[in-house]
T-cell receptor, first 116, second 113 residues
Framework: KAGVTQTPRYLIKTRGQQVTLSCSPISGHRSVSWYQQTPGQGLQFLFEYFSETQRNKGNFPGRFSGRQFSNSRSEMNVSTLELGDSALYLC???????????????FGPGTRLTVL | AQSVTQLDSQVPVFEEAPVELRCNYSSSVSVYLFWYVQYPNQGLQLLLKYLSGSTLVKGINGFEAEFNKSQTSFHLRKPSVHISDTAEYFCAVTEINTDKLIFGTGTRLQVFP
């Protein structure tokens, strides 16, 4: 079974631009969660989508948004990029029928975003 | 509010020695607890999780952790480490029926030959 894939793997943007990251979950998984990893703030939960609906959300500003399609693929969008948005963005998929964290989450390799 | 503390940012150890990575959490309600491992330039991989039941949880790669409710701890242990265990380890907690997963700051395990 193919794992979680994320595209692109690396991205360079400038301040003020917007960016869209993509995540394809493991086949059959309906939950996709997004995380931001930075040296200063560590790993932080962004949001989780299940069956095309945002089910859970972390403490991030509205510039961070996402969506999920009927095939469970998910996209994350960050508008008006700031230097502090430079990070590794990870997505994870799971069955999660009982909630976002009870089933094992399988992580993708991440997208490394650099904002100049 | 829930929080997670990993007391050791780095743990150096020789190959075949035992290791314990410490994790303490703060919460006033029931929690789920997790340990993840991150190898260089890779995403996270779940090592083990505690949802309920036996407080001793066995995971992959020979790791185990023990949930201690009175100490609010969930320390990760391995009796004999390998070079390949060199990685960053993250403890995480979520309060049952909430929508937040909180990670610790990570512990870098460095195994020397």
């Amino acid at each position: 079974k193919a794992g979680v894939t994320q595209t692109p793997r690396y991205l360079i943007k400038t301040r003020g631009q917007q960016v869209t990251l993509s995540c394809s979950p493991i086949s059959g998984h309906r939950s996709v969660s997004w995380y931001q990893q930075t040296p200063g703030q560590g790993l932080q939960f962004l949001f989780e989508y299940f069956s095309e609906t945002q089910r859970n959300k972390g403490n991030f500003p509205g510039r961070f948004s996402g969506r999920q399609f009927s095939n469970s693929r998910s996209e994350m969008n960050v508008s008006t990029l700031e230097l502090g948005d430079s990070a590794l963005y990870l997505c994870a998929s799971s069955l999660a029928t009982g909630g976002p964290f009870t089933d094992t989450q399988y992580f993708g390799p991440g997208t490394r975003l650099t904002v100049l | 509010a829930q929080s997670v503390t990993q007391l050791d940012s780095q743990v150096p150890v020789f190959e075949e020695a035992p290791v314990e990575l410490r994790c303490n959490y703060s919460s006033s309600v029931s929690v789920y607890l997790f340990w993840y491992v991150q190898y260089p330039n890779q995403g996270l991989q779940l090592l083990l999780k505690y949802l309920s039941g036996s407080t001793l949880v066995k995971g992959i790669n020979g790791f185990e952790a023990e949930f201690n409710k009175s100490q609010t701890s969930f320390h990760l242990r391995k009796p004999s480490v390998h070079i390949s265990d060199t990685a960053e380890y993250f403890c995480a907690v979520t309060e049952i029926n909430t929508d937040k997963l909180i990670f610790g700051t990570g512990t870098r395990l460095q195994v020397f030959p």
